[in-house]
């Protein structure tokens, strides 16, 4: 709190030492004599020279008949100068009646600091009272203190712009609408394009840039990106051989342009594709027709090829003059499906373990959303999309044959609804609405569950009624469009999902099982009941007429 005090008053001394300055110069017109001089260490003596009629500083010893003003301090060079700023218009409307009460005020301030200094104590209780007073009883911190993660702003900025190119001639932008639409991206994301003479350039996004013609691909590049697997090859001109690689691109050099194939001139790519999870690849490779190779067409897979880096030269394909290669088909990832979690809070995908885990994501897998106005959505496994978290009912990866259940209220017909469908759209990122577009229509429950049992409670002549149902016998599976069988002929007033039986939550555990790739729990077996020892053979009898015989 001294320092504080300290700090206060220095400030008010400083205030108060320039107001009186400024009142000075002003009032009696010290600026008129500055209009002789001619240079500026004229000016600052003429002002020093003057001032000194009207003011006297700590280090004078003035006479007791010295009616000149005490200053707190002397005068200084940086004062004058700033004397010499003051505008025409403040000099023209200077009020001398409000100066002395500016002035006044800052001397009644620097006596009640100097007084808060000389009664330090009690100047810290009556200082903690208000802080009591104001922060204290019914106003108590609401704020949680909490860890942050490290936010990379490339993870959390929006798609808020399109990147567009131009192939042939080599430009690529936001700028260039009237060319390929490439993707969504943000204004600082940086872009990495291939060019068919087997150079790799990354750049900075902007409104047109050019990069080279002849591009033959070009997307989003992320930084540290082990991932994405690019395959390739390409034909040496220096001895003719055709070579393939597989490599990342993890960090480069901005705007530098790398050469990924050979650089003897006339050396040029035969064939490319970007794998977003190390997918390998078979293609057919057809050699020219004037070759000498006995077969002319062959299959090559890129699982066979290792995943080196991009300056790697890569593997000899053929010594033989190729004509052409093409895909023939798309494998699997070979660096192992990717696991992914999702977090409550932000609603974003991540692979840093932060949320619920997803399961595991292979090549061609998706992601499944259930909103609550009642529409679904398959999209990819991109972890920059985010989800708005009031809006989800369920996200899950997705399997093709889950059956959505649900228990909605038709608006146009007026009764409660139950539906139970299998997804059949395959269009990604596009929400699909499976109750009707009434205003009125609303869905009350949903569910993933192969056979759901719900409670629901509703209204007969005032008064509440429940019922159970199983979902599964109620009706069968039709599809997404069907608008379902009638529950009620009024909406419910509540729905709650209840235990499943056992057949069901057995069912349940081998699909979770399947979307994590692991191996569906086996029942347990009951260990067969012992057989009974089969009866031995009674001895041999003489029975006479009369005798009693019991049978088993």
């Known amino acids: 709190l001294r320092q504080e005090l300290e700090i206060q008053k220095n400030e008010l001394e400083e205030k108060l030492h320039f107001a009186s300055l400024e009142k000075i110069f002003i009032q ?285 030269q890569g593997n000899i394909l053929t010594r033989y003059p190729v004509k052409q290669i093409r895909q023939k088909e798309v494998g699997k990832s070979t660096i192992g499906a990717q696991k992914l979690w999702f977090d409550d809070i932000t609603g974003r995908l991540n692979t840093q373990e932060r949320g619920r885990l997803l399961g595991e994501f292979d090549t061609g897998d998706s992601i499944f959303v259930l909103y609550t106005d009642g529409s679904y959505e398959v999209t990819d496994t991109d972890v920059q999309q985010r989800f708005e978290m009031k809006e989800i009912l369920q996200i899950c990866k997705f399997d093709p044959d889950v059956v959505v259940s649900a228990v909605h209220f038709d608006g146009h017909k007026g009764w409660t609804m139950v539906k139970r469908f299998r997804i059949e759209t395959n269009k990604l990122k596009e929400r699909y609405p499976y109750v009707t577009d009434h205003p009125k229509s609303k869905l009350l429950f949903a569910s993933l569950k192969e056979n759901p049992r719900i409670k629901y409670t509703l209204k007969v002549k005032g008064k509440p009624m429940t019922g159970e149902l199983d979902l599964g016998e109620f009706m069968d599976v039709k599809g997404w469009k069907a608008v379902g069988n009638k529950l009620s002929d009024q909406m419910l007033s509540g729905v709650k999902e209840l235990d499943s039986d056992p057949r069901s939550k057995e069912q349940e555990a081998t699909r979770q099982a399947s979307l994590f790739g692991e191996e569906a729990p086996q029942p347990e077996k009951k260990a067969p009941a012992p057989k009974k020892a089969a009866p031995e053979p009674a001895e041999k009898k003489t029975y006479k007429t009369g005798d009693t015989i019991e049978f088993d």
């Open 28 to 312: 009696n017109r010290i600026y008129r004599e500055i209009e002789e001089c001619e240079t500026w260490e004229a000016v600052i003596e003429t002002i020093d020279r003057e001032l000194k009629k009207y003011v006297v500083g700590p280090s004078e010893k003035p006479k007791p008949s010295d009616k000149r003003i005490h200053l707190l301090r002397d005068v200084t060079e940086d004062d004058i100068v700033r004397l010499t700023e003051i505008k025409i218009k403040r000099i023209s409307k200077f009020n001398s009646f409000k100066a002395d009460e500016i002035i006044a005020k800052l001397e009644e301030g620097l006596t009640e600091v100097k007084h808060h200094l000389a009664h330090l104590t009690e100047y810290a209780i009556d200082y903690f009272q208000r802080l009591l007073d104001k922060y204290g009883k019914g106003k108590e911190r609401r704020t949680l203190i909490t860890e942050f993660d490290n936010i990379e702003r490339t993870e959390v900025v929006a798609n808020n712009a399109k990147l567009y190119v131009n192939m042939a001639d080599g430009f690529l932008g936001t700028g260039l609408k009237k060319d390929e639409f490439v993707q969504d991206c943000s204004d600082i994301d940086d872009i990495i394009v291939f060019r068919r003479d087997g150079v790799m350039k990354v750049v900075k996004i902007g409104d047109k840039v050019f990069v080279g013609k002849d591009i033959i691909h070009i997307a989003v590049w992320k930084k540290n990106d082990e991932r994405t697997t690019y395959n390739m090859a390409y034909v040496d001109a220096k001895s003719g051989r055709t070579y393939v690689k597989r490599f990342n691109v993890t960090a480069i050099t901005r705007d530098k342009e790398y050469q990924l194939g050979s650089d003897a001139k006339g050396s040029k790519m035969l064939y490319f594709t970007a794998n977003p999870n190390g997918e390998s690849e078979v293609v057919t490779v057809t050699l020219s027709p004037g070759s000498t190779a006995k077969i002319k067409v062959f299959d090559y897979d890129f699982a066979e090829l290792a995943i080196k880096g991009r300056t790697s």
